[in-house]
């Protein structure tokens, strides 16, 4: 096993020494470097996790049933699929949100305002998607998010007003933008 990893770290140290070769010859695709080498990265890491996981596929750690929930049996991979899904997800929202997403908004002239707020607009969309995609992958029937979504709609009503109310107030923040990046307040000394 741990053969494999020295072969994963050995690749990745290939690889990253080979494109820092190639991108000498190009100055102009220097904007590039960090974002690929943090996708190599992340690449071996993920690669090394789902190897493990193959690996000891049918071990006790792995294999082994805690307990059941309903018709779901709770195991080790429950809760490492999930984990790798949204890290994954929070990962690919960074990466659109400082390559891909930078370019649109130069070439659209945005200001810094409106730049973070469809960068939030997007995590937020990316990381629900992820979530939504995880649970049934673990054997979540998404239809009892309907109770759920009742009990929770009782608890905002009570526990959590006054944080979704901040919340949902933020956002409206984020599209009325009443206050620009950069703004001066005068009545208390700071900058936005």
């Not at 709609?153 to 526990?159: S, V």
Request: charged share 15%; hydrophobic share 50%; net charge positive.
């Amino acid at each position: 096993m741990s053969s494999i990893y020295r072969y994963f770290f050995l690749l990745r140290y290939w690889i990253l020494k080979r494109f820092n070769a190639a991108l000498t010859n190009r100055r102009d695709k220097k904007d590039l470097a960090p974002y690929i080498q943090s996708l190599i990265n992340w690449g071996t890491f993920y690669a090394i996790i789902i190897y493990a996981i193959v690996y000891f596929e049918n071990t006790f750690w792995i294999d082994k049933t805690w307990s059941k929930v309903g018709n779901t049996e709770v195991n080790t991979l429950t809760f490492i699929i999930p984990a790798i899904i949204i890290s994954l997800s929070i990962k690919f929202s960074n990466f659109l949100s400082r390559f891909f997403m930078q370019r649109v908004y130069i070439r659209h002239e945005m200001d810094q305002g409106m730049q973070y707020t469809f960068n939030r607009l997007l995590h937020y969309i990316i990381i629900v998607i992820a979530v939504l995609v995880s649970l049934p992958l673990i054997g979540f029937n998404l239809s009892t998010l309907t109770v759920f979504a009742g009990v929770a709609g009782i608890g905002i009503g009570f526990g959590l007003q006054n944080i979704i109310s901040n919340f949902i107030s933020g956002l409206i923040l984020l599209f009325e933008r009443p206050n620009k990046v950069g703004d001066k307040n005068n009545d208390v000394p700071c900058d936005v």
